[in-house]
């Protein structure tokens, strides 16, 4: 079981660095400026100041954000604390979820991805005082604890992406960015250096 738990978190943290990759091979503004397990999983900054924190969750089986999941908690409770470190993430920084779970409908996760910030803090509410799940139980409290008009403008500041290439669709998205570059017989291969320089 210990080897299981720590092949996840490896996969896991391959795929922050494998998705940051393509995402600067994709990226068209060449200031922006990408850093790993520095400000967040991934970040985009532009002389230090970060834009864009990206939390990245991969899973190998079907999962699901629901209003008490675990990964949303957990990523609710990392925003917190930068947002209590620093206020002043609240004016310029877009805070991203990735995951390859789905959203649900009517799901908080999906009223934000749909800009219903009002109803989507409603549901975080509801699931939290309903929610018997004491792994979150840290993460309800920091919750409780935070002003209702910071956790509205953070929540306006949360852009997920549900459903998210996993962490081999992510490389044939690498790949169709290099073969560009090179003869198709190569892709392979060029993928592999550019990786491994990454």
């Not at 896991?12 to 068209?28: H, K, M």
Request: glycine share 2%; aromatic share 8%.
């Amino acid at each position: 079981m210990a080897a299981h738990n720590a092949s996840g978190q490896l996969l896991g943290y391959l795929y922050q660095v494998r998705f940051a990759l393509n995402l600067l091979l994709e990226s068209d503004d060449p200031h922006y400026q990408i850093s790993l397990e520095k400000f967040d999983d991934i970040a985009f900054d532009r002389d230090g100041t970060p834009i864009q924190l990206i939390q990245a969750k991969h899973h190998t089986k079907p999962a699901s954000l629901t209003d008490s999941s675990t990964d949303l908690w957990r990523t609710l409770n990392v925003l917190l604390d930068a947002i209590t470190s620093d206020c002043s993430l609240l004016n310029h920084t877009d805070f991203v979820i990735v995951t390859t779970a789905t959203a649900p409908e009517n799901s908080a996760a999906r009223l934000i991805q749909q800009g219903f910030y009002d109803d989507a803090l409603t549901k975080l509410k509801e699931a939290k005082s309903a929610s018997k799940n004491h792994a979150n139980s840290s993460f309800y409290s920091k919750f409780d604890s935070t002003d209702d008009s910071i956790l509205l403008r953070l929540v306006k500041r949360i852009k997920i992406v549900s459903s998210a290439s996993n962490i081999i669709d992510v490389e044939k998205k690498i790949q169709k960015q290099i073969r560009i570059a090179c003869k198709p017989e190569h892709v392979s291969m060029a993928t592999e250096r550019i990786e491994g320089w990454w």
